[in-house]
């Protein structure tokens, strides 16, 4: 035993020196390539260029002649409320209209909460001594910042391949009334793009809550974000399932064209229930004369219906498409069969979730971005950026070109072989 253990390392040895020369070539490129964030990239954005012609000083009312340019219609347009029943199928009577953040709109609705309450509430969130939302993880980072910032203590929920562990879930909400809500990214999760099954929908819309005022925070991010038309994934409407539930004001949807059209200039909205969406009228209309109407005209020109809408997402998946196949292939050819590392391959949505060596991931991050690699802290995917086994990176595989992607890809693995060596070397 004692020899083939020397044997071992002297093979793990010999592997060190042969990706530290890997590395170090990498390195003395000076590369400076970021990975940070799912953002589209300039050829995605090309898509929507015609946006900015289709209002003019000749165009500027919509469907029943409402004057776009002026105050009034603060919930949205008509027109612009269908184009997000084609992205969520939610009526149109039950959306609401914001700018180009659905995120800011999340941050909104929690705070309403916080001062007001929620229809059930015997009191504002904000009077609550104890307060604490569920959170998927691997998640997203932004949610668990919004929860957190606001006073919530954040708990963990493990993912399954199917959706966020239920099992979990119902036990902690039926016992504990202090937990006011949860995140959810149903379809194509951030990042290990999951879709949620039918099993589990049903069961986040019927189950029974200890706290008579819980939400879900249902952000339809990648609502179209399919890799491939052909094999695109849904999931069920959650406001008439949850009416079937028994738990009618459970559910805010969220949703955006920040992906879709122009990030920094598209469309958000929100969606709930008839009485909830009443609510947060009322609630709305204290706080805005009215949204950006010049531009949900635009959007609504752009996307008049549903074969305009997957005309367009197919565009966006044919410049995607290439992206992730090339990370799968580059990880599959340094750290396919190593038992190192595991990934998921996704159908849609932004990311590529990497799971690697425990105890590894941070030092993989930093090694990267010393090579001129910048990736998503590791451990940002938990909340309180505290990942468990250290295991997690997020890749975000659309900014950057097809070649860039590949070269950070390959540092990306080298990386994680060499770090893997080092922890098996120490052990």
Sequence with gaps: MKALAQEERSVLLSLRNELTVRYEEFRARKLSLDMTRGRPCSDQLDIAKELYALVDDTSFRSANNTDCRNYGAPT????????????????????????????????????????FGEIESDRPWGNETVRKWLCPAPGYDRHFAITEALGFELIPIQMNSDGPDMDQVEKLV?????????????????????VYSESVCARLCSMKTAAKDFRVYWDNAYA???????????????????????????FYVFAST??????????????????NINRAKKQLSLRTIGPDKLNQLRHARYIPDQKALDTIMERHAAI?????????????????????????????????????????????????????????????????????????????????????????TRVLAICAKLIAVEQLLRD
Aim: proline residues 6%; charged residues 20%; glycine residues 8%.
């Design 320 to 408: 995607i498409r290439p992206k992730f196949d090339a990370v799968h292939s580059i990880l599959e050819e340094e750290l396919g069969g190593l038992d190192i590392a595991k990934w998921k391959k996704p159908e849609g949505g932004y990311f590529i979730s990497l799971f690697l060596m425990k105890g590894t991931a941070k030092k993989v991050v930093e090694a990267a971005a010393s090579a001129g690699v910048l990736l998503t802290s590791a451990g940002a995917t938990y909340p309180y950026g505290s990942d468990p086994d250290d295991s997690n990176i997020r890749i975000a595989p659309t900014m950057p070109s097809l070649v860039d992607l590949q070269t950070a």
């Design 224 to 250: 179209v974000h399919h890799l491939s038309l052909k094999n695109r994934r849904s999931i069920p409407n959650v406001l008439d399932l949850s009416v079937s539930g028994g738990n009618p004001n459970r």
């Design 174 to 194: 039926s016992s504990d009334d202090s937990i006011k809500g949860m995140w959810c990214v149903p379809l194509y999760s951030n990042p290990d793009g999951i």
């Design 258 to 275: 920040s992906k879709i059209t122009l990030a920094g200039s598209g469309i958000a909205c929100i969606a709930a229930n008839t009485d």
């Design 76 to 115: 949205g347009i008509d027109e612009c409320k269908r184009v997000f029943s084609f992205i969520t199928g939610i009526d149109p009577s039950l959306i609401i209209l914001g700018n180009n953040s659905s995120l800011s709109l999340m941050y909104d609705t929690l705070l309403r909460s916080m001062v």
